[in-house]
T-cell receptor, first 112, second 115 residues
Framework: DGGITQSPKYLFRKEGQNVTLSCEQN?????MYWYRQDPGQGLRLIYY???????QKGDIAEGYSVSREKKESFPLTVTSAQKNPTAFYLC???????????FGPGTRLLVL | AQSVSQHNHHVILSEAASLELGCNYS??????LFWYVQYPGQHLQLLLK??????LVKGIKGFEAEFIKSKFSFNLRKPSVQWSDTAEYFC?????????????FGKGTKLSVIP
């Protein structure tokens, strides 16, 4: 069953805490992306990676970090520096950069 | 800089009514254009895409969109909506410039179809 999985579905963060969102794909896609979705704001790009061991900042990278050690995995860490982390986070992948992106089911992050 | 504007925040239609959702973009070069749909409780899915060629593109579930370069528009249409079309629709742009690997999304249009 091919696709993109994100875990957990819901995540709670305490003040000052770093949390990591998981994104895994078994589509053999080179490129992976992280977006943040806020009500009425659409999706905004946080980070993207065209290939293993390489990634670039998107429009709203401040307070976030990523790694791309394996082709299948692109975890996103929401650091304590992100002052407004409550949002729906979507991971996507594409065969190569500039090809159609396919999205995972998302993780909703809430702050306690 | 590239941007996408979706004109309507929320559209309410009765079943069998025709649908047109507006999308305008700003970008100085060649573009790839997309419509994505997010059904309640489901993840974002690709509805249709335009890369080049015929400016009238057909997607899944009877949707189509027309790329009008002179108007910088990529409006989504469906002749007769169903209750199951209730969802949020996002228009997105990918520019062709060097290093331009970013999808820029509009803010979305919520469609509510009344049975």
């Amino acid at each position: 069953d091919g696709g993109i999985t994100q875990s957990p579905k819901y995540l709670f963060r305490k003040e000052g805490q770093n949390v990591t969102l998981s994104c895994e794909q078994n589509l053999n896609h080179d490129a992976m992306y992280w977006y943040r979705q806020d009500p009425g704001q659409g999706l905004r790009l946080i980070y993207y990676s065209q290939i293993v061991n390489d990634f670039q900042k998107g429009d709203i990278a401040e307070g976030y970090s990523v790694s791309r050690e394996k082709k299948e995995s692109f975890p996103l860490t929401v650091t304590s520096a992100q002052k407004n982390p409550t949002a729906f986070y979507l991971c996507a992948s594409s065969m190569k950069a500039r090809q159609t992106q396919y999205f995972g089911p998302g993780t909703r992050l809430l702050v306690l | 800089a590239q941007s996408v504007s979706q004109h309507n925040h929320h559209v309410i239609l009765s079943e069998a009514a025709s649908l047109e959702l507006g999308c305008n973009y700003s970008y100085g070069g060649t573009v790839n254009l997309f419509w994505y749909v997010q059904y309640p409780g489901q993840h974002l899915q690709l509805l249709l895409k335009y890369f080049s060629g015929d400016p009238l593109v057909k997607g899944i579930k009877g949707f189509e969109a027309e790329f009008i370069k002179s108007k910088f528009s990529f409006n989504l249409r469906k002749p007769s909506v169903q209750w199951s079309d209730t969802a949020e629709y996002f228009c997105a742009l990918e520019g062709s410039g060097a290093g331009s690997y970013q999808l820029t999304f509009g803010k979305g249009t919520k469609l509510s179809v009344i049975p």
